[in-house]
């Protein structure tokens, strides 16, 4: 088994920086949009509460097995597996693909945000605030679309060919903060609207009536992919952390700051929705229409909306850059490590792949808009096969790896270089018979209700 150390390769040149960097990898669009119309839909006070204990359990003995899996061996996700235990190369393969899958079509929903930035920016947010017909016919156009979506992964390609500590690190540093300063002003700006106090209630108020399996699951379900767990984002972090760091205090903190803007997130939306559908729950529930359609008629029906508007469309696209940032490292750290390649002829790769990979989804919803997989538009079709499919398996897998393979104290003794391992028997209770039985329901109850 390998046990490289960091000093071979570039790294995180503080514990900040790691925190910082992978707390953005986790904040992204999951955050912004997904956990509020989540919330809102299964109960939401009940929703949040289960999310927290989750998150402190769950969440947990994932993203640490992983990053300290990273920092072990020192290597991307394929040479991380294969160090393991060589029979396990193939998950790491596996694992290696699933950013390769999201990156593209993140990035096309990442050009969707800067186009409504742009509008709002430029005083056009209230022709985006109908009934859907601006959103429909937007991604029903081919041109508009790839402007933006190249765009955006031009913006994410200029971070990471700068690299880890320069690019990376630095950015993360700058980007984190503002994100938490903008997504603090909104929230209290949306609580001083009339009404927004019964939105607020309903959002932190746990009702035990409104708790079922399915709120579970749900939970369990925003969890794992809210902290980018199980797509190799981790594990590419964790082989960049200095080994001095201590690996539990680090995770708890990105825990705290990933569940944070989570909540925050919701603090923004909840309240605001209920204001402007006067108390109606089914607006929440407009899933990811909630961002592109419910969203700006919100801005527009408020006092001051474009402005709002403008800030909250900056944040969202903070965090959709800070996630795509960590699934483009993710892939050019794996091509600089397989084919000894250097890092900006590994993003140019990426980024031409990418590019014709997004045209499909684009396409999906306009030219190619006839053409569907399982009655599934070709985003909604790799978003399927990536967060409900290959990502679960991952996750059970590596579950399998640790818990009766190598054993926990594999892990174990990874975290304790440098400090006391103290939620010890958490973890192992968690990675050998928790965690896996937690993976097969996601996995099943997913397939179940998207098939």
């Not at 923004?268 to 929705?273: G, H, Q």
């Not at 919100?298 to 403008?310: E, K, N, P, R, W």
């Not at 996750?395 to 990874?414: H, P």
């Amino acid at each position: 088994m390998s046990n490289q150390t960091n000093t071979v390769k570039s790294g995180f040149g503080s514990r900040l920086g790691f925190i910082l960097a992978a707390a953005g990898s986790a904040v992204g669009l999951g955050n912004i949009w997904r956990f509020p119309y989540l919330a809102a839909k299964y109960g939401g006070g009940m929703f949040l509460l289960i999310y927290l204990i989750l998150a402190v359990t769950f969440g947990f003995a994932l993203m640490i097995t992983e990053i300290a899996i990273g920092r072990k061996t020192g290597k991307s996700v394929i040479g991380a597996y294969s160090a393991i235990n060589r029979h396990f190369t193939p998950l790491g393969w596996i694992a290696a693909a699933i950013p390769v899958v999201i990156l593209p079509y993140y990035c096309v929903i990442g050009g969707w945000v800067l186009k409504y930035l742009t509008e709002f920016l430029t005083g056009g947010g209230k022709s985006t605030a109908d009934s859907g017909e601006y959103f429909s016919a937007f991604i029903g156009s081919s041109a508009a679309p790839m402007v933006f979506f190249a765009i955006f992964i031009v913006l994410t390609a200029a971070v990471v060919m700068l690299g880890v500590e320069k690019g990376i690190e630095k950015v993360s540093k700058i980007l984190m903060p503002v994100l938490m300063l903008l997504i603090i002003g909104i929230g209290i700006h949306t609580l001083t609207l009339p009404g927004a106090i019964d939105g607020l209630i309903y959002y932190v108020k746990p009702d035990l009536s409104e708790f079922s399996i399915k709120t579970v699951i749900a939970a369990m379900g925003q969890l794992f992919y809210s902290m980018s767990l199980a797509m190799g984002i981790m594990i590419t972090y964790g082989s960049y952390m200095r080994k001095e760091d201590n690996i539990e205090k680090s995770v708890r903190q990105i825990e705290i700051f990933d569940t944070l803007v989570a909540f925050l997130a919701g603090l923004i939306i909840v309240p605001a929705v209920f204001v402007f559908s006067g108390g109606d729950r089914n607006a929440l529930n407009a899933g990811p229409r909630l961002m592109f359609v419910t969203l700006p008629n919100v801005f527009d029906s408020m006092s001051g909306g474009q402005i709002v508007g403008t800030v909250f469309f900056i944040l969202v696209a903070l965090a959709a850059l800070t996630s795509s940032i960590s699934l483009m490292e993710t892939v050019v750290s794996i091509m600089c490590e397989r084919f000894k390649i250097k890092r900006i002829t590994s993003c140019l790769i990426v980024i031409g792949f990418s590019f014709l990979l997004g045209m499909v989804s684009i396409f999906g919803y306009s030219i190619w808009s006839a053409f569907t997989i399982f009655k599934m538009q070709m985003l909604d079709f790799f978003d399927f096969i990536s967060n409900t499919v290959m990502m679960p398996v991952v996750a059970l897998m590596t579950c399998v790896l640790i818990g009766f393979v190598v054993k926990s104290k594999y892990i174990e003794d990874e975290i304790e270089l440098n400090a006391k391992f103290k939620s010890r028997l958490l973890y192992r209770i968690m990675i050998k018979y928790i965690c896996p039985a937690c993976m097969i329901v996601i996995l099943l109850s997913s397939l179940f209700i998207s098939l």
